[in-house]
């Protein structure tokens, strides 16, 4: 079961989100995460609003997806927001006890948390609308530049797309190595952290040991398909520019702009 | 000479210490000479340990001779220029469906070959479409390998191999790690393969059920080729495959054990129809009037 | 009575959007001495049935009783059940991982609490149990061959001495001798120290020669549990749902069709010959 809960979830739905190619998604995304850190005032924030909202209607991904991933950043989030709330020195409205509840901190933790939530946000966007290995090609073909400089840029993105690949497998037999281990009494729980570090020993081993297996046997596959690295290899899947990219890197460029000229400007 | 020969292979698994010292030698092919001819569909049995997974190996220049020699449409495996021509040539399918699929969906993993053969664009598109079709598996092409059961996997491991165009498929031990069902799947795609595309089939595996529609089959024990024959052949010989620590199918062992005890039944008993077709004559003798033969079964009287 | 379980439920991700049964109302008894098979397409709930046998798993609805305890009582020591219940899981050699065969069929004994020297005495006794003898103690675990690995594997569920021994699918992988030695093993066991057994497998083959009664699943629910032989009177039904019956049952069934007078009760070879010659008169 654990095997459904894959990184990043891919949604597959034909929309314009889907079908813009991956660098420009990737683009995109890295201007949004700038573009949170400059944003400083209410007007930024509702236009960085207005665009993450426009997104998630283009990428046609149901709502209850997006906000999955905040699930992992409860916590992160209550504490950030909870410390700016408290701690940030001000005109105080709000006592209780010996914490004090200032404007400035209620401003503070607003942005940090919606900033925080964007984020979050924002990055599902491009995982949800971007198959695995449209993300490692986009990255492939847009750091290739680095292969002249001696960076194994082919070889590092078939890494990563074979790690996504076997992440959901992996996490599947550590479940199961574990349940093996607990069968034979193994206890993962209780003791300090000197015990369960050494109690993660049954663990860690097996795992290591298929971790190696696999790689051996994959190896083996891929040779005897025929793989010699990145030389000579051509594209199932190559990456071409669309005038719909065009578009969305001019967005982009003028959403940055926009925000950009605010924190300026204010 | 056939599509695969070997002629005097010898093959031993080293075993060295730290100081690259030999510390142990291992002969898993003692001295095999075979020759294939194309387009069949051949079986290799053998139990674990056997050398039958390292002679598959062989095939494909994973692993090369110690000794003796491996052609592949007259290429000689361990001459260095030929082992891409080699790979081409022979596609392979192993055991473990996870450990030989690339892509995260299927229709990426399936195009993996000819992505590495330099193939154009849109001619991969035509292979990979043709080659999911062949195995049954078009349906899937989006889907994560995750979401597939063993069989299905395996499918599209041969899906892969076919996308390479080769002339041979060799498959290590593809059922072993499947249920029944996955089992029947994959063979039953294979059978097609062969039948349709005229794809010379290496099928290694010690169930055998599987290997009873193959052309030939051989058997291998200590590195040694000890039995090679039609199904029929082999499996007559009940007591010589048993104790090379292999099985027959029910059907057959129960022909045999009828033979043992005096029924006039003929050797190498494979099918149920078979077994019916022999032992149905001498119930309708014995309760004259109850016992219907089926269809083409020949009246005693 | 050693195992009950009663109105078993478990769904996956219960309250999630993948939320997906996989135990529905299992309700089974099994008793000491019995030698269970266990049989199921992929995906029936025997997996996740057996991991509720010993603990591993909890089940959203429903009681486990072991000796007529129920396991989910506030309290009660699940940790001391796994090593009355011992489970094997599917290709067992993947949880080696000490630095030879000894210390590591030692591993489940210490867990257990016991002494150096008792882990050790059930260490031996275990692996005498699986046919190694001392001169497999040294090595490495992963020196050895697959089979040997799973003996290994099953010596160390074994030195913890279960009184229920539960396999899943224990002869996955394994050739036709290497598969006979591990069953024939499993039922010296069963003979000769009266444990109770439980045996996952897909071969019907297997389990018709071993087993005492045969439970079958499909898609979570338990749908025969009776003997094997009036299981495999079902051939018709345990086809619909993916499973078979012994190839030998459709020979025998095959000859009544065609009005052979011929005990139908038969699920194995040497049934069939005997019965075959009787009605030959050989």
Redesign the interface.
């Known amino acids: 079961?654990l095997k459904?809960?894959t990184l990043g979830q891919y949604y597959p739905v034909d929309s314009k989100l889907h079908r813009l190619d991956p660098r420009t998604k990737l683009f995109g995304t890295m201007v949004f995460i700038i573009s949170l850190f400059i944003a400083n005032d209410i007007w930024a924030y509702l236009i960085a609003t207005f665009f993450l909202i426009s997104s998630i209607r283009l990428s046609q991904v149901p709502f209850?997806f997006m906000v999955r991933g905040l699930k992992a950043i409860v916590f992160l989030l209550l504490i950030s927001v909870s410390f700016n709330l408290f701690l940030t020195p001000g005109e105080p409205i709000f006592r209780l006890g010996f914490l004090k509840l200032t404007r400035e901190g209620v401003k503070i933790a607003s942005f940090m948390g919606v900033r925080l939530i964007y984020l979050v946000v924002g990055s599902s966007i491009m995982t949800l609308t971007t198959t695995p290995n449209q993300l490692t090609d986009g990255l492939e073909k847009s750091l290739g530049f680095l292969k002249k400089v001696g960076v194994p840029v082919h070889e590092v993105s078939m890494m990563m797309s074979i790690a996504l690949r076997f992440i959901p497998i992996l996490v599947e037999?550590t479940d199961?190595?574990m349940?093996?281990?607990?069968?034979?009494?193994?206890?993962f729980e209780t003791g300090n952290l000197i015990q369960k570090a050494k109690n993660m020993?049954?663990l860690l081993?097996?795992l290591f040991?298929?971790a190696f297996r696999r790689a051996t046997d994959l190896a083996m596959a891929m040779e005897a398909r025929c793989y010699r690295g990145g030389e000579g290899r051509t594209k199932m899947k190559p990456l071409r520019y669309g005038k719909q990219d065009g578009i969305a890197y001019l967005v982009c460029l003028v959403y940055l702009a926009a925000i950009a000229g605010l924190r300026i400007m204010g | 000479m056939g599509i695969i020969k070997t002629s005097k292979l010898i093959f031993d698994y080293i075993r060295r210490d730290e100081e690259e010292n030999i510390e142990e030698i291992k002969r898993a092919i003692d001295g095999v000479s075979l020759d294939i001819k194309a387009g069949q569909f051949v079986a290799i049995l053998g139990?674990?340990?056997s050398g039958k997974s390292t002679f598959a190996k062989q095939l494909d220049a994973i692993l090369l001779p110690t000794e003796g020699t491996v052609w592949i449409q007259g290429m000689d495996t361990s001459v260095e220029e030929n082992l891409w021509e080699v790979r081409k040539k022979t596609g392979m399918v192993f055991q473990n469906p996870d450990n030989q699929i690339i892509g995260n969906i299927v229709e990426e993993d399936v195009g993996f070959g000819p992505e590495n053969l330099g193939v154009p664009t849109e001619e991969i598109w035509k292979r990979v479409n043709e080659s999911l079709e062949s195995v049954g598996m078009a349906a899937f092409r989006l889907k994560s390998p995750n979401r597939l059961?063993?069989g299905q996997k395996q499918r599209v491991a041969i899906a892969g191999v076919m996308a390479m165009r080769p002339q041979c498929i060799v498959l290590d031990e593809p059922t072993?790690?499947l249920?029944?069902?996955?089992r029947k799947e994959v063979v039953k795609t294979v059978r097609e393969l062969n039948r349709k595309e005229g794809i010379t089939v290496l099928l290694i595996t010690?169930y055998m059920e599987e290997v009873i529609d193959a052309d030939r089959v051989i058997v291998m024990d200590n590195g040694k080729v000890v039995m090679d024959g039609t199904p029929k052949e082999i499996f007559s010989k009940v007591e010589e495959l048993k104790s090379y620590?292999?099985?027959v199918?029910?059907?057959t062992?129960?022909a045999y054990?009828?033979q043992k005890?005096?029924?006039d039944i003929p050797d190498g008993i494979l099918t149920?129809e078979e077994?019916?077709e022999n032992?149905?004559p001498?119930?309708a003798e014995?309760?004259p009037g109850?016992?219907?033969?089926?269809n083409g079964v020949k009246d005693g009287n | 009575m050693a195992i009950k379980a009663e109105h078993l439920n478990y769904v996956?991700?219960l309250g999630t959007?993948?939320e997906?049964c996989a135990l529905k109302d299992v309700n089974l008894e099994i008793n000491d001495g019995e030698f269970v098979g266990l049989i199921g397409?992929?995906g029936s709930g025997k997996s996740t049935l057996i991991?509720h046998l010993?603990g591993?798993m909890k089940a959203t609805d429903g009681a486990i009783y072991y000796n007529g305890r129920n396991i989910y009582d506030a309290g009660y020591n699940l940790?001391a059940l796994?090593?009355k219940v011992?489970?094997?899981?599917q290709y067992?050699e993947?949880?080696?991982?000490e630095i030879n065969v000894f210390t590591d069929v030692c591993?489940?004994p210490k867990?257990?609490g016991l002494s150096r020297q008792d882990a050790e005495k059930r260490a031996r006794e275990a692996l005498t149990m699986v046919g190694l003898d001392e001169s497999f103690y040294a090595h490495s675990p992963?020196e050895l061959?697959?089979?040997q690995k799973r003996r290994v594997a099953i010596a160390?569920?074994l030195a913890?001495k279960p009184e229920v021994l539960i396999l899943d699918e224990p002869t996955?992988?394994?050739?036709?001798?290497?598969r006979d030695e591990i069953l024939d093993q499993i039922a010296r066991l069963h003979k000769e120290r009266n444990m109770t057994i439980i045996l996952v497998s897909?071969?019907m083959?297997d389990i018709a020669r071993y087993v005492d009664r045969i439970l079958v699943m499909n898609h979570g629910e338990k749908v025969f549990d009776d003997t094997p032989k009036e299981v495999f009177k079902h051939y018709k039904e345990l086809e619909a749902i993916?499973l078979?019956a012994?190839?030998?049952t459709?020979?025998v069934h095959?000859?009544r069709d065609?009005?052979?007078?011929v005990d139908d009760n038969i699920t194995t070879?040497?049934e069939?010959?005997d019965e075959?010659?009787r009605?030959?008169?050989?």
């Open positions: 079961m459904d809960i209850k037999e199961k190595i349940k093996a281990q607990m069968a034979r009494g193994a206890d020993i049954p081993v097996p040991i298929s | 139990h674990n340990g059961s063993g072993a790690m249920d029944p069902n996955g010690h620590r292999l099985d199918p029910q059907v062992e129960l054990e009828l005890n005096g029924v149920l077994l019916m032992l149905l001498k119930f014995r309760f109850k016992v219907t033969l089926g | 996956y991700g959007a993948f997906q397409h992929t991991q010993n591993l940790r796994r090593s011992g489970l094997v899981f067992p993947h949880q080696l991982f591993f489940g867990n257990q992963f061959s697959g089979g160390g569920v913890m996955a992988g394994l050739d036709p001798r290497g897909h071969s083959e993916g078979a012994p190839k030998i459709y020979v095959s000859l065609h009005g052979v007078p070879v040497e069939a010959r075959i010659l009605l030959l008169e050989k």
